[in-house]
Every structure is written in structure tokens, then in C-alpha cells.
């Protein structure tokens, strides 16, 4: 088929990798516009840009996809289908009614579960024991069009934000490819979605990796695992941050401790009370310092039994 790709970040690129390898003609990815980043501030181009640049593939960068102006250029492409992955803006009316196979979404759960920015992180941070990858016809709405076909992806115990991140990323490529080989039969499936079965995964913000530890150890320990890598688990020890990167629960009593208070520390744990039951802390990292193991930091910082953390 002919395809426009539109998609921005790592996580679209082995979806694009799995249409050009197939077989199917792309004939342009729409990605957003170069960016600085890191600390010199550096235009970078996006990994989308960088593989379809790899490809020979025409590479269009608009700052509103919507303008007129690149919808008469997308209607110039003729593509037969539009395939979104990640792409970072809202596509117009316009836009949605142009290929004649429509526009397809390639999104990282089991909708209608999950709508919105962050549902890899949220499906972590939730406890969820499975999420996916769902194909979908976009509409106007949020992540509301009628779905196509899904991939069902168990989570590990000790699953990460960034783990699942790669999972699903990996996931998204073959599933596109089904779900265009059924189009193009007429065999595809649509069904709506009922929207009380879903749930807004909102936007990650830093503010919402500061540890709560009036919550249970196991919704603490969840937190910092869907906030790895980014934006991280954090709570504060003598006036510096002090980043979370592992830890497990430990199913027995505080003995009446208070929040964030270290109940036991040795040089191989450092155990802190929660809401309900302890939390081990594994693996941390203190402002202005390299992420380390427990032991590593405990021979290089002290931190007394019955301090609280988070002050």
C-alpha cells in the first residue's frame, strides 16, 4: 500500500522499519519539527526523521500539521492510508477523510483502557498484569476511533516504565502489518468502544514522581517502577533529592513507625515504613551523585535508623 507514516519518537521507529521491510511504498513520514536538546541546546533531529533519512524516504517537519496548506500537500501524496504512531499532534478533519483506507493509529495499550499520553506508564504504575498494542481508526476524539486488532502483552513482577516501553515499541510492527493486510482484503473488524470502560492515562509530569510514603509499600514500589527512566521516583534526605530506582515490599508491620521513617539500616538494606508494610530500598541515586546499589551508597552515606524521608 501507499502509505504516509506519521510518528516522532523511538518508539515509532520499528513500526516504520516493519512497513519499509514488508514491502509497502511510504512515500513520506510526517514527524515533528527539529528540537534543541541536552545541555548545548543542539538542534536534534527526531529518531523518526533519522531512520526515514536512512531509508531515502521525503521527511516533512510542519509546525501544524493541520495548516492548509500541508493538507494540500498530504492530498498531493495520495496516500491510500495514513499510519500514525506517536506523532505528537491532532490530526484535522481534513486529514482524517483524505486516504481511502483512513487513518490508523498504532497505540500503546488495550483500548479502550489507557486513552491518552502515558498508558505504558500507567499500566505499570496501576498494576496491571497485561496491556497492549491496539490498532485503531482515528476520529476527532482522543484516542476514540473504532478498534481494529489488539496484541495482548503480559507485564513482568518487576516491570519497568522503560521496559515496557521497548516491548510495546517492538509490538507495534507486526500488528500494523496485519491490520493493513486485512484492510486492504475488507476482512478488518471494526468495533467501537465503550467509553466507560476507559481510563485517561494523563500526561507525566517530575511532580509526580514524589513519593507519597503515606501510601501502601506496593503502590509506592509500582510508582517507581512506571516512573523508570523517566520521570523517576524521588523523595528527599537532608534537604537533597534522593532518586528511587529499585525497590521491593516487604509484607510486615511498620510497628507503628510514621511515613518515610527508616525503620532498619546495615550495610546491605535500608528499610522504610509506608502506609502499610516496608518498602527495601535496592538501588538509589542522591542528588549530584551516580545511580548506585543500597550497599554502595550506605559505605559513602549515612543515614540513621528513625529518620524520615521526604523532608
Known amino acids: 500500500m501507499r502509505i504516509v507514516f506519521m510518528g516522532t519518537p523511538d518508539f515509532s521507529v520499528p513500526a516504520l522499519k516493519a512497513l519499509v521491510e514488508a514491502g509497502h511504498e511510504v512515500a513520506a513520514v510526517v514527524t515533528q519539527p527539529d528540537r534543541p536538546r541536552g545541555r548545548g541546546k543542539e538542534l536534534q533531529m527526531t529518531p523518526v526523521k533519522v531512520q526515514a533519512l536512512a531509508y531515502g524516504i521525503p521527511v516533512y517537519q510542519p509546525e501544524k500539521v493541520k495548516d492548509p496548506a500541508f493538507v494540500e500537500i498530504l492530498r498531493n501524496l495520495q496516500p491510500e492510508v495514513i499510519v500514525v504512531i506517536a506523532f505528537g499532534q491532532i490530526l484535522s478533519r481534513d486529514i482524517l477523510d483524505l486516504p481511502p483506507y483512513g487513518c490508523i493509529n498504532i497505540h500503546a495499550s488495550l483500548l479502550p483502557k489507557y486513552r491518552g499520553a502515558a498508558p505504558i506508564q500507567w499500566a505499570v504504575i496501576d498494576g496491571e498484569k497485561e496491556t497492549g498494542v491496539t490498532t485503531m ?86 510508582l517507581i517502577r512506571g516512573l523508570n527512566p523517566w520521570p523517576s521516583a524521588y523523595t528527599f534526605v537532608h534537604g537533597k533529592t534522593l532518586k528511587i530506582w529499585d525497590a521491593d515490599v516487604l509484607k510486615e508491620s511498620s510497628d507503628g513507625a510514621a511515613p518515610g521513617q527508616i525503620i532498619r539500616t546495615d550495610p546491605h538494606s535500608l528499610i522504610v515504613a509506608a502506609g502499610e508494610a516496608l518498602l527495601s530500598i535496592r538501588e538509589l541515586q542522591l542528588e549530584g551523585k551516580k545511580r548506585m546499589d543500597v550497599e554502595t551508597f550506605l559505605r559513602g552515606y549515612t543515614i540513621e535508623k528513625g529518620e524520615i524521608l521526604g523532608k
Open 137 to 222: 481508526m482515528m476520529d476527532v476524539g482522543l484516542d476514540t476511533g473504532d478498534m481494529l486488532e489488539k496484541t495482548i502483552i503480559p507485564l513482568d513482577p518487576k516491570e519497568t516504565g522503560g521496559s515496557l516501553f521497548d516491548k510495546l515499541s517492538q509490538a507495534g510492527g507486526p500488528l500494523i502489518l496485519s491490520t493493513l493486510e486485512k484492510l486492504k482484503a475488507g476482512t478488518a473488524v471494526r468495533t467501537p468502544q465503550t467509553d466507560e470502560d476507559s481510563t485517561y492515562a494523563k500526561m507525566l509530569t517530575k511532580s509526580l514522581g514524589q513519593i507519597d510514603w503515606s501510601m501502601e509499600a506496593a503502590a509506592i514500589e509500582r
